[in-house]
T-cell receptor, first 113, second 110 residues
Framework: KAGVTQTPRYLIKTRGQQVTLSCSPI?????VSWYQQTPGQGLQFLFEYFSETQRNKGNFPGRFSGRQFSNSRSEMNVSTLELGDSALYLC????????????FGPGTRLTVT | EDQVTQSPEALRLQEGESSSLNCSYT??????LFWYRQDPGKGPEFLFT???AGEEKEKERLKATLTKKESFLHITAPKPEDSATYLCAAAQGGSEKLVFGKGMKLTVNP
């Protein structure tokens, strides 16, 4: 069974630009969650999608958004990038939500210069 | 505010020296307590889920336990390959939101 895949793996952007990250969940999983990981703050919850609906969102500004497609693949978008957005962005999938086993992808390392 | 606190932040052990990692949580209506292992440059790897106080789960040299306020990850006779960052996370009842602790970096020296 293929694991969670994320693309791209590495990304370098300039302040003010926007970026779109992609996540393909494990086949059969309908829940996709996104997290931001930084050395200072650790892993922080961004949002969770289930059957194309966002069910919860963490404490991040509106510049962070996401969506989920009918095939459960998900994308997250960050607009007007700031230096502080440099982080590892992780996607996780589960069959029904965060209260169940989640399987993480390898992450996308975003560097904002 | 929901909070998960892990201690210690870092731990160095000699191979074979058993120890325990602590995860304390303040989450209303806990739906599940999770332990993950993360190696450098990789995403977290699922280890255990605990749902109710008194529950215990084991996997090789690892054993996770849960009380009403905290969870412990016991490592018995660790090996150098157990070196990693161990993350604890709590799922709040009624919302699809997972709160992570900041992790505990374990180093096991041969």
């Amino acid at each position: 069974k293929a694991g969670v895949t994320q693309t791209p793996r590495y990304l370098i952007k300039t302040r003010g630009q926007q970026v779109t990250l992609s996540c393909s969940p494990i086949s059969g999983h309908r829940s996709v969650s996104w997290y931001q990981q930084t050395p200072g703050q650790g892993l922080q919850f961004l949002f969770e999608y289930f059957s194309e609906t966002q069910r919860n969102k963490g404490n991040f500004p509106g510049r962070f958004s996401g969506r989920q497609f009918s095939n459960s693949r998900s994308e997250m978008n960050v607009s007007t990038l700031e230096l502080g957005d440099s982080a590892l962005y992780l996607c996780a999938s589960s069959w029904a939500g965060v209260s169940y086993e989640q399987y993480f992808g390898p992450g996308t390392r975003l560097t904002v210069t | 505010e929901d909070q998960v606190t892990q201690s210690p932040e870092a731990l160095r052990l000699q191979e074979g020296e058993s120890s325990s990692l602590n995860c304390s949580y303040t989450v209303s209506g806990l739906r599940g307590l999770f332990w993950y292992r993360q190696d450098p440059g990789k995403g977290p790897e699922f280890l255990f889920t605990l749902y109710s106080a008194g529950e215990e789960k084991e996997k090789e040299r690892l054993k996770a336990t849960l009380t009403k306020k905290e969870s412990f990850l016991h490592i018995t006779a660790p090996k150098p390959e157990d070196s990693a960052t161990y993350l604890c996370a709590a799922a709040q009842g009624g919302s699809e939101k997972l709160v992570f602790g900041k992790g505990m970096k374990l180093t096991v020296n041969p």
